[in-house]
C-alpha cells in the first residue's frame, strides 16, 4: 500500500459561483458541474439541497450558507448512508437545527464517501 496521496481537487476551483435560492424554493438538485459552488438559501421555508449520487462527487466540492434565519437547510446525498458529518459516518443527511443566519458546511467528496464539514451551527445527521 502506498502513502501517495490521491489527488481529486486539483482541477477544481475552490470557489467559482454563488447561486441564492428564492424565498419560496424548497429544493435545490445539486449536480456534480456545480462544483465549487456557493449556495445561499433565501428560502422562508425549509430547504433541502440533493447532491448527485456519490460517483459523480469524485474530487467535487460545494459550500452551503443559510441566510434565512427562520427556516433550517438539509444537506443529502444522492445515495444513502455515504455522507459522514458529525458523529456520524454513514448518515444520508445532515440538517442545520439551530435556525440561524450563518449556519454553513462545505461538502467534499471522493467518489465513494461525502465528506461534510460543519463550519457554523448545530447540524444533526441521519
Known amino acids: 500500500m502506498s502513502n501517495a496521496p490521491t489527488v481529486l481537487m486539483g482541477l477544481v476551483p475552490l ?6 435560492s428564492g424565498t419560496t424554493d424548497t429544493g435545490t438538485a445539486v449536480t456534480a458541474d456545480d ?3 456557493f449556495f445561499v438559501n433565501l428560502s422562508t421555508s ?3 439541497y440533493t447532491l448527485p449520487v456519490v460517483a459523480l462527487g469524485a474530487g467535487k466540492c460545494w459550500w452551503f450558507y443559510n441566510g434565512d434565519g427562520t427556516t433550517t437547510i438539509a ?6 448512508s455515504v ?34 464539514f460543519e463550519l457554523h451551527g448545530t447540524w ?3
Open 124 to 126: 444533526t445527521a441521519s
Open 83 to 116: 455522507l459522514m458529518c458529525d458523529d456520524n459516518a454513514t448518515a444520508t443527511t445532515n440538517t442545520s437545527a439551530a435556525h440561524a443566519v450563518g449556519d454553513c458546511a462545505m461538502v467534499l467528496g471522493d467518489g465513494t464517501y461525502y465528506y461534510c
Open 15 to 20: 470557489m467559482r459561483a454563488v447561486v441564492r
Open 46 to 48: 425549509a430547504h433541502t
Open 75 to 80: 444537506i443529502t446525498s444522492g445515495t444513502a
Open 35 to 37: 462544483s465549487g459552488t
